[in-house]
């Protein structure tokens, strides 16, 4: 069955000090990894995603994530964190439907609380 | 990437009446998704909107409750019927196949905050 782990339901950082937000997958395909960000009251927003080749991918506002398929994980990573940076962080799995992307399978949020 | 814009933004119903959602993407995409995110949840799929045909729902969303149409490629609607409190979510319309765009992308809505009272 397909399953998104996000172990941390809420994390505080100070400003300035690295991140690192944890994911784990349990899909029986070869997986399509996201990561999006919902800010309050908005839509989700994606990070990055990973479909293959290289495992360690670049998003934007200076996210970056690394794949490993030996762990099932899909860490997201900043390092510095931004007060604008506090948000809602999901991780998400899905895999191609023909040739495009059928649906997401999603972790429960983790909630970035960024201190000034 | 797409531009998806949903209708209402947000909206305050009564038990028992109904809220027909839109969502309109400024391109041409293959598939439309509608979640839901209820308060302090992740997002659920309700079901996925075929182009032309019935939708398909998840375990657990019915038709009769959340009757879907997708009448061409940019647009579609939800309906979330007879309502009680437990449908108070935000519900999201997604998109993936972008003409022109990534395939392999999803792109999400604003969200439709609805409370039902």
């Known amino acids: 069955a397909q399953s998104v782990t996000q172990p941390d339901i809420h994390i505080t950082v100070s400003e300035g000090a690295s991140l690192e937000l944890r994911c784990n997958y349990s899909y029986g395909a070869t997986p399509y990894l996201f990561w999006y960000v919902q800010s309050p009251g908005q839509g989700l927003q994606l990070l990055l995603k990973?479909?293959?080749?290289?495992?360690l991918v670049q998003g934007i506002k200076g996210f970056e994530a690394e794949f490993k398929r030996s762990q099932s994980s899909f860490n997201l990573r900043k390092p510095s964190v931004h007060w604008s940076d506090a948000a809602e962080y999901f991780c998400?799995?899905?895999?191609?439907?023909?040739?495009?992307?059928?649906?997401?399978?999603f972790g429960r949020g983790t909630q970035l609380t960024v201190w000034p | 990437s797409a531009v998806i814009s949903q209708k209402p933004s947000r909206d305050i119903c009564q038990r028992g009446t109904s809220l027909t959602i839109q969502c309109q993407v400024d391109s041409q995409v293959t598939m439309m998704f509608w979640y839901r995110q209820q308060p302090g949840q992740s997002l659920t799929l309700i079901a996925t909107?075929?182009?032309?045909?019935?939708?398909?729902?998840e375990s657990g969303f019915v038709i009769d409750k959340f009757p879907i149409s997708r009448p061409n490629l940019t647009f579609s609607t939800l309906t979330v019927s007879n309502l009680s409190p437990e449908d108070s979510s935000i519900y999201l319309c997604s998109v993936s196949g972008l003409a022109g765009g990534s395939s392999y992308e999803q792109y999400f809505g604003p969200g439709t905050r609805l409370t039902v009272t």
């Open positions: 990973y479909f293959s080749g290289d495992t």
């Open positions: 909107a075929n182009q032309g045909s019935e939708a398909t729902y």
């Open positions: 998400a799995v899905g895999a191609n439907r023909g040739s495009t992307l059928g649906r997401l399978y």
